[in-house]
């Protein structure tokens, strides 16, 4: 087979995927699907699961495979002629996708087998995707009249268009900028590690000292740690106004694209807003939770204003804390917006006598994975293995891929783990499906009937240094174990799914604020001894951690926690209202919505030039528009889920009967029924907002 993005008989082939492969791929596979809908929209017979359903999923889930290797590409190994035919097919797919949700014929197929007789005996699941399809025809503009189909089409592939432009602008503005220092005044205090990093780069320019960049390796550390506050404000100012009409690359010239997302928000606030009116809804949010646990707006602004009362007496004591060690221990008067980390990082040193760099060098990359793979075989009764290198294609020398299988060694899924920043990389950490569980007829005797579903984790973290010719492993902070403990959560739902149809299998069919709770409930053993003990192990002397050191990490955990929810909330009220009550246009910008949230609730007010909105790729560029709430949302329930493992009979948190309980009612089920029946399975009652509050040390006696 000449194109491997054709190819479906197992892995995706990506050291042989090339960017010419992509179009030819893609416009098969739209035509395949084309011939696949217009033989069933003709089939005059009764719709039933296996001649209509059935034959349409096959098509798609194609289609869908192939477009997800293609997108994941252009995420992780990002180039202008990749991008190029990237964003030339994109407006191709959504079209198919958009068409086939306004599908008239399709709609009264999916209403008649509703209808049917046979309906009665699907198993729960698939009545399930019987209706979900038929709500998702709703949402996709189906009862439209022709016009006004025809505008809810053009209205879906502009936004996705601007989505895509969005996510590439910010990319771009990211790295583009690179702060060049040769003063060895200015780089007081910034780890070692980090240091020979920005070193090496400026070296591979052929030149001297240290260029420092706005990717999350040499970002953060650098406002935690570094001494001076004039390379502090130009690393935040920069980074603040990425991809904004004040950002140093956001300017337009002859040789520099303009890079400012400010007119493309406007114009997908407006374009969500008519979709939401031509489907009869008030305001994009109310579409929004449509397909979510929560019902309205007005229930998710209530929800995040419980929490922000909640944590802003804890914010405000955060912040008068913070102030008054920057003044008496400090000498800074006037803290600023590129201060925070920095004395927050000497208050954490001081308060709690150690630093995120002194835990660091317990989390090398060989032992975390050890122990977080060693957590989740006690728990769900399974074997992680590595599959060598020459086994597999993948699309960068980083990346490393696992099998999970049972004890009885039979195949349960795959995923992939790309861990380290690198241009041409998207920020921050996601997870994404590459292949869905599901049944399959097997072609020939003795091959799987069950197509085992395969996941990509990727994470952003600092890549392993090398020092005089010997690769140190990479080394992360306590923080970024959180992080990949939180995409493997996510990585689990999708992986350890029993479902057999692809419209429940993993995260599908599940409401997308419950969709975190797997992801949320994970991180919770970042903070157990019984975790720890076991995967923390010094870098040189191979020790374990102290339980000494791991007692202050414990007194730190909830450190500035008030200010940490504030800010979340202050992002989801943002979020919300921007897609419910805000009118674009009229008197007032996004940018002056924020301020205005910030007024009522923030305790920390950042620089008026700050324009946190064209990064924020979550609500404009990915798919959590009026859907931000999702991670408080959904960490009420992983605390309270997970409060079942802190009452475990066993005494341990490492529960393998409770572990294989949530397996069960949560990962297993995947999205065959709502998330608030498969909450209940597992807890026996609703969720309490108790166990978040206690986790966040904000419980009240």
């Not at 996709?140 to 601007?162: D, M, N, T, V, Y």
């Not at 380290?420 to 399959?440: L, N, T, V």
Request: overall charge negative.
């Amino acid at each position: 087979m000449t194109n491997p993005l054709l190819d479906f008989s197992g892995l995706p082939r990506f050291a042989e995927i090339r960017t010419e492969h992509i179009s030819p791929a893609v416009s098969e596979l739209l035509a395949e699907g084309r011939s696949v809908i217009s033989t069933i929209r003709a089939d005059t017979a009764i719709p039933k699961w296996q001649n209509f359903v059935q034959p349409m999923e096959d098509a798609n889930e194609r289609l869908s495979r192939t477009w997800g290797q293609i997108s994941h590409l252009n995420a992780v190994v990002n180039t202008p002629e990749l991008r190029e035919v990237y964003n030339a097919n994109l407006p191709l797919v959504t079209q198919y996708y958009a068409e086939l949700s306004q599908d008239q014929v399709m709609f009264e197929k999916f209403k008649q087998l509703g209808q049917d007789t046979e309906f009665e005996n699907l198993s729960p699941a698939r009545k399930k995707i019987i209706n979900d399809a038929l709500r998702d025809f709703r949402l996709g503009g189906a009862e439209l009249p022709p016009e006004k189909k025809e505008r809810f089409l053009r209205i879906q592939e502009e936004l996705s268009a601007l989505s895509s432009k969005f996510n590439d602008n910010l990319l771009d503005a990211t790295n583009n900028f690179m702060l060049h220092v040769e003063d060895a005044g200015e780089i007081s205090g910034i780890p070692d590690d980090v240091l020979q990093t920005a070193s090496e780069l400026a070296k591979k320019a052929q030149a001297s000292g240290w260029k420092f960049t706005l990717h999350a390796p040499s970002y953060i550390p650098l406002m935690q740690y570094a001494d001076s506050r004039h390379l502090r404000e130009k690393m935040y100012r920069a980074y603040v106004t990425r991809a904004s009409e004040l950002g140093p690359s956001g300017q337009t010239s002859d040789s520099t694209p303009d890079l400012d997302n400010t007119p493309l928000i406007a114009r997908i606030l407006e374009l969500r807003k008519e979709e939401a009116q031509l489907l009869g809804f008030d305001c994009y949010a109310e579409v929004s939770l449509a397909t979510k646990m929560a019902s309205t707006p007005r229930q998710v602004l209530d929800f995040l204003g419980e929490l922000a009362t909640k944590a802003r007496p804890y914010a405000e004591l955060d912040l008068k804390e913070l102030r008054q060690f920057a003044s008496d221990r400090l000498q800074i008067q006037k803290l600023e917006a590129w201060d925070l980390a920095y004395v927050s990082e000497k208050l954490r040193l001081d308060r709690y006598a150690f630093s995120e760099q002194d835990v660091r060098q317990y989390f090398p990359e060989p032992s975390v994975l050890r122990g977080m793979f060693g957590l989740v075989e006690n728990l769900y009764d399974i074997v992680i293995a590595p599959v060598k290198a020459a086994d597999a294609q993948l699309w960068h020398p980083d990346v490393k891929l696992f099998t999970i299988r049972s004890r009885k060694e039979e195949l349960i899924g795959l995923f992939y783990l790309d861990l380290y920043a690198r241009a041409g990389k998207r920020g921050g950490g996601w997870m994404d499906d590459a292949i869905s569980r599901r049944r399959i007829e097997p072609k020939q005797a003795g091959e799987p009937s069950i197509q085992a579903p395969v996941a990509y984790l990727n994470c952003n973290f600092s890549a392993p240094v090398h020092n005089n010719g010997e690769a140190r492993p990479a080394l992360f902070t306590h923080d970024e174990v959180i992080t990949l403990f939180h995409e493997f959560g996510h990585g689990l739902h999708h992986l350890l799914t029993r479902m057999e149809d692809l419209g429940i299998s993993g995260i599908h069919g599940v409401e997308w604020d419950a969709v975190e709770l797997p992801s949320q409930f994970m991180e919770n053993f970042c903070w157990e001894w019984e975790v720890l003990s076991n995967m923390a192990r010094h870098v040189e002397s191979g020790q374990p951690i102290s339980h000494v050191l791991f007692d202050r990490m414990l007194a730190a955990k909830n450190f500035q926690s008030g200010l940490q929810m504030l800010r979340q909330i202050e992002f989801a009220l943002f979020d919300m209202r921007i897609h419910s009550n805000f009118d674009a246009g009229t008197d007032k910008t996004p940018l002056q919505l924020l301020d205005e949230i910030r007024s009522q609730i923030a305790v920390v007010m950042p620089p008026a030039w700050n324009r946190f909105p064209n990064s924020f790729s979550h609500i404009f560029g990915g798919g959590y528009a009026a859907g931000y709430y999702s991670y408080k949302w959904a960490e009420v329930l992983s605390a309270d889920a997970y409060s079942v493992f802190e009452e475990s009979a066993t005494g341990d948190v490492i529960d393998p009967g409770s572990g294989a309980r949530f397996r069960d009612e949560i990962l297993a089920v995947g999205g065959s029924r709502p998330a608030l029946e498969s909450f209940i399975a597992f807890r026996g009652r609703e969720p309490k907002i108790d166990a978040l509050l206690r986790h966040n040390g904000m419980a009240t006696p």
